[in-house]
């Protein structure tokens, strides 16, 4: 099953979720009403690499979403399948490396259950850090793309954080100057 949407369209879809990790041309008026399956999909399939980033902040946003993730990954096949299931891979070990930074900013949040790290041939028993870099060494070998794939998840996670870290800090200020 294939979910197409325009950019813009997912863009204004995880602004709703509050996952404003990327910056769209246009919001559409009304974003599409999409399950969380239909959103990880289209992500999965998006042709910009931005969008299929996108899946790392949502899955840490909303780590509700894993049994999702895990429905998305039967609907695809070939690079999709396998972007969601290294992005959603790096999600899990990036949720456990930020757990503190995280709770403070969205309070307790289930853990992201460990879905793909057999299909991928890895084995969450390291550290986090060391893990990244596994599964980035992974992620190159199954994509045929050589790029450091551990600095590109660590900037998804970063990105959101900060977001968040500044949305919290300007209702600080907010709630100082009303009082």
């Known amino acids: 099953?294939?979910?197409?949407?325009?950019?813009?369209?997912?863009?204004?879809?995880?602004?709703?979720?509050?996952?404003?990790?990327?910056?769209?041309?246009?919001?559409?008026?009304?974003?599409?009403?999409?399950?969380?399956?239909?959103?990880?999909?289209?992500?999965?399939?998006?042709?910009?690499?931005?969008?299929?980033?996108?899946?790392?902040?949502?899955?840490?946003?909303?780590?509700?979403?894993?049994?999702?993730?895990?429905t998305a990954a039967t609907r695809l096949s070939g690079l999709p399948r396998v972007t969601l299931q290294c992005f959603y891979t790096a999600a899990l070990?990036?949720?456990?490396?930020?757990?503190?930074?995280?709770?403070?900013?969205l309070g307790a949040q289930p853990s992201l259950p460990d879905w793909f790290s057999a299909d991928l041939g890895i084995s969450l028993s390291e550290d986090e850090t060391t893990l990244l870099g596994e599964l980035s060494e992974r992620h190159a070998a199954l994509t045929g793309l050589p790029i450091n794939w551990t600095g590109t998840y660590e900037h998804a996670a970063e990105r959101l954080i900060k977001r968040l870290e500044n949305q919290a800090r300007w209702a600080q200020q907010a709630t100082r100057h009303a009082i």
């Open 93 to 105: 070990l990036l949720q456990r490396k930020y757990v503190a930074r995280l709770k403070r900013l």
């Open 1 to 70: 099953m294939s979910y197409h949407l325009s950019p813009d369209e997912l863009v204004s879809t995880l602004d709703t979720l509050d996952v404003s990790f990327l910056a769209g041309d246009e919001r559409s008026a009304v974003p599409p009403s999409l399950t969380p399956v239909e959103l990880l999909t289209a992500l999965a399939q998006a042709r910009e690499a931005r969008l299929r980033l996108a899946i790392i902040p949502t899955l840490l946003r909303h780590p509700e979403f894993a049994p999702h993730a895990r």
